[in-house]
């Protein structure tokens, strides 16, 4: 039996949140809903601070996948993609990586300590350079990463820097909602197709 799906496969995107997990207004959640084949990490119900729980769930969402894979991680979710490349060669065709924050300083009152982050695998976060094609948008006032060490992780994980303005954490704290670049960064990582 002829199958479309195996000769002409459509790229599936996967959306890996940061720590806050689901969020109705943010803009990966309005993304995912213009798209035809989308699928979201779950959210954790027990170690919700454990690194390893956290990419063995996106091991399981991509393994899932038949055909090629885009992520799109926002936060502590480009920080859990970039440990899940560094323990897994599943093939991915690119990642759009959103304002990643700094572990390694303090973060702002109700974030994890960078000795809480630590005891739960999250530190040192990865330098290595990223198996995939992949973009970094940086934010000029982000609360929880200066530009320049976006700038610095871009860098080392060889990912194409793209200055996204003021637009602080990219969160709905941040008036974001909608986020309309977002949607063209991933069009240069998938078909036009894949986008209505």
Known sequence: MFNAERTHPEPTVVFVPGLRDHVAEHWQTLLADKLDRTRTVPPLEHDRLSLPAR?????????????????????????????????????????????????????????????????????????????FPSIVAASRNDPLAGFDTVAGLARDWGSRLVDAGAVGHLNPASGYGPWPAAEDLLATLLPARAVR
């Open 55 to 131: 990419v063995a769930a996106l091991d399981r969402v991509i393994t899932g996948v038949t055909g090629p894979v885009v992520l799109v991680a926002h936060s502590a979710g480009v920080i859990i993609t970039a440990h899940w490349a560094r323990r897994h060669d599943r093939p991915v065709a690119g990642a759009l990586l959103a304002t990643p924050p700094d572990l390694d300083v303090p973060l702002p009152d109700g974030y994890p300590t960078p000795e809480e982050l630590a005891r739960n695998g999250w530190l040192p976060v990865p330098r290595e350079r990223l198996p």
